[in-house]
């Protein structure tokens, strides 16, 4: 029997799903754009080292963002203001060779793009030759439009995001909603429509109403990709120590927790120190004779 060309392959094509899909080449923008047409949803997650994005690779996440999070969340800083290009670059390159099929976009930190456009391209040029990575962000909207036009350009595939930007704390002073009132929701919309004429494959919307989330979601024709910003985003994002419950303290409230993994860990680090100071480990089958 002979098989339908490529060409006659109906466009529901469960294979080609992001999530849940066969293939094992990495996935690129032009997959994330398909899977916008498709109307398909599609999860992200960060990552910031080979191990753990090798796990979120096998269980068939599509997207994996090596955010600038790591700042509070792996490096013990208190915000993502102090990340630098080397820290980025290095975790970057560790979580590409951890996975073989999703797509990973480097953060690019504050202090790395904010001077212009050039600067912005030698920083996303480093992160690409170095790291490998298959896409950048970067934050802000109509205010680094420039700089997303020039990363496009030159064949650099941007992923923006607006909305609550994290670099920007200090100015907003805290991590308020953003897009609240009419004013705000006019100029969220302008922001979406700046990076995706500037030619973005995806925006991020952190911290948006969802009502306003959805409005952006239907005008624009790239995928939104949401973190607090309601269910009608096409894509989700989630820090993955908040999802994973690894993160102590307070975590923001459109955080689900999938799993205890600081309790599971901590009674692990427990079960171990009271075998050795009991004398329990090692035992007879870890011992070599
Ligand atoms: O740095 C990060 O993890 C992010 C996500 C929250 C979108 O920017």
Known sequence: MTQPSPARTPKNDSSKALYGGKGSRRITVRDIAAAKERGEKWPMLTAYDAMTASVFDEAGIPVMLVGDSMGNCHLGYESTVPVTMDEITILSAAVVRGTKRALIVGDLPFGSYQEG????????????????????KLEGGERSAHQVELLVSAGIPVMAHVGLTPQSVNAFGGYPVQGRGEEAAQQLLRDAKAVQDAGAFAVVLEAVPAELAAEVTRSLHIPTVGIGAGSDCDAQVLVWTDMAGLTSGHVPRFVKKYAQLREVLGDAAKAFAEDVVGGAFPAEEHTFH
């Open 117 to 136: 456009p050039v600067q912005a391209l030698r920083n996303a040029t480093r992160l690409v030759k170095e790291a490998g990575v298959g896409a950048v």
